[in-house]
């Protein structure tokens, strides 16, 4: 499959919100990415239930929700009423992480697991075949506008070759932090299939331009 582009809403312009979803619809981008902070996994709080709410309101593409908080499995269900089409948690904020992928799944919403820049990727080895997605972070969690970390590559090439080893044809590889046309290509190449976007989108003097680009690789 060719790989997907999912914004990141944390870069949008809040005061024109629905200016950018809409242009988001136009454009050749495949979901809305939300980040749900919670200033106590990272270091910082982004938005919660009425936002996405907001946003769902008006997307006309799945909602892609990583929650970089800690305990999530106390709002899977909120998240889902609100609008989430697939849900991410993290691996270190889930001691019980079958049990939150199972309630996760059981609410309808495809189920993702983040991990953080020092986290390997062989602690997913007995979990990985129950997930519809990994996603790999290229900056430490909590802001945007972050430098791309290079290991990404080397957890993407081990990702890669679980997947195929597992027959897992249908697991998607999402990556996160610093994605711009530069590396867009490599991380493909390396067994990326949906590239998160933020800042390079919404900085860009032509959004729906730097979408294009970025689809095309």
Request: aromatic share 6%; net charge negative.
């Amino acid at each position: 499959m060719s790989h997907l582009i999912a914004p990141s809403i944390l870069s949008a312009d809040f005061a024109n919100l629905q200016r950018d979803i809409e242009m988001i619809n136009q454009s050749e981008a495949d979901w809305f990415h939300i980040d749900v902070m919670d200033g106590v996994f990272v270091p910082n709080i982004s938005f919660g239930m009425p936002v996405i709410k907001a946003i769902k309101k008006h997307a006309k593409k799945p909602l892609d929700v990583h929650l970089m908080m800690v305990q999530p499995e106390r709002y899977i269900k909120d998240f889902k009423e609100a609008g989430a089409d697939i849900l991410t948690v993290h691996y270190e904020a889930c001691p019980h992480l079958h049990r939150t992928i199972q309630m996760i799944k059981a609410e309808g919403m495809k189920a993702g697991v983040a991990l953080n820049p020092h986290t390997p990727v062989t602690v997913l080895q007995n979990i990985i075949a129950d997930l519809d997605m990994v996603l790999v972070m290229a900056v430490n969690p909590g802001f945007g506008g972050q430098s791309f970390i290079e290991g990404t590559y080397s957890k993407l090439i081990d990702l890669d070759e679980m997947r195929k080893e597992l027959f897992l044809k249908n697991l998607l590889l999402e990556v996160d932090g610093g994605v711009n046309d530069i590396n867009t290509s490599k991380l493909v190449e390396q067994g990326a299939n949906v590239l998160v976007a933020g800042n390079y989108v919404f900085a860009h003097k032509n959004p729906i331009e730097a979408i294009r680009g970025l689809k095309r690789g």
